[in-house]
């Protein structure tokens, strides 16, 4: 037993190495961050729906938030951001609250997945008001196809120490409806 002793403390010490990320934001950093999310939500066509501007059954909750100036100097400087699974932007997840959509016809349209405490997704950099900014998001599956959906989604933005920022969203995008993001 004592041979293995040594490679049982290693394995233990990097098993615990490659744990969950330390969560090292104050408070204020992370009401900020959701306010910021919560500021800048948007509906927008999938990439799929944006090329073939066709009838589909997925759109994009798509928000931002400008990146910090040690990785704006990274990006600069390298052309690209290490990806670190520490950043604040990481520890964000999301709840659908409520939704009511309905397509052109009047259908009530349901979502495949409410998404249930979810992380959001990472989207490509972008620049916003001359700011690069990260952009986090999610597809949002529906049940039936749509030309156009209306309605409204209330998405619960959450951090650690549950903190929490809730925003509706209104939608109303049609499948011709361009990228309304800047540069596009």
Same mark, same amino acid.
């Given at each position: 037993?004592?041979?293995?002793?040594?490679?049982?403390?290693?394995?233990?010490?990097?098993?615990?190495?490659?744990?969950?990320?330390?969560?090292?934001?104050?408070?204020?950093?992370?009401?900020?961050?959701?306010?910021?999310? #919560?500021?800048?939500?948007?509906? !927008?066509?999938?990439?799929? @729906?944006?090329?073939? +501007?066709?009838? %589909?059954? =997925?759109?994009?909750?798509?928000?931002?938030?400008?990146?910090?100036?040690?990785?704006?100097?990274?990006?600069?400087?390298?052309?690209?951001? #290490?990806?670190?699974?520490?950043? !604040?932007?990481?520890?964000? @997840?999301?709840?659908? +609250?409520?939704? %009511?959509? =309905?397509?052109?016809?009047?259908?009530?349209?349901?979502?495949?997945?409410?998404?249930?405490?979810?992380?959001?997704?990472?989207?490509?950099?972008?620049?916003?008001?001359?700011?690069?900014?990260?952009?986090?998001?999610?597809?949002? +599956?529906?049940?039936?196809?749509?030309?156009?959906?209306?309605?409204?989604?209330?998405?619960?933005?959450?951090?650690?120490?549950?903190?929490?920022?809730?925003?509706?969203?209104?939608?109303?995008?049609?499948?011709?409806?361009?990228?309304?993001?800047?540069?596009?």
């Amino acid at each position: 037993m004592k041979k293995f002793l040594p490679l049982i403390l290693f394995v233990m010490f990097a098993c615990e190495a490659q744990g969950a990320p330390r969560y090292r934001y104050s408070a204020v950093e992370a009401q900020a961050l959701l306010e910021q999310l #919560a500021t800048h939500v948007m509906i !927008i066509n999938s990439d799929m @729906t944006l090329s073939r +501007k066709a009838p %589909a059954n =997925t759109f994009d909750l798509l928000t931002y938030y400008p990146l910090p100036k040690d990785q704006v100097k990274a990006y600069e400087r390298n052309g690209h951001i #290490a990806e670190k699974d520490d950043d !604040i932007a990481d520890f964000v @997840t999301y709840k659908i +609250k409520d939704y %009511a959509l =309905t397509n052109e016809k009047n259908e009530a349209l349901r979502l495949q997945d409410k998404g249930g405490d979810a992380s959001l997704q990472d989207f490509a950099l972008w620049t916003y008001d001359k700011v690069l900014s990260g952009q986090l998001g999610l597809a949002v +599956k529906l049940d039936k196809r749509f030309e156009r959906v209306k309605g409204h989604m209330t998405i619960v933005f959450e951090m650690p120490g549950k903190l929490t920022r809730e925003v509706r969203v209104p939608v109303d995008l049609s499948v011709t409806d361009k990228d309304p993001r800047p540069g596009t």
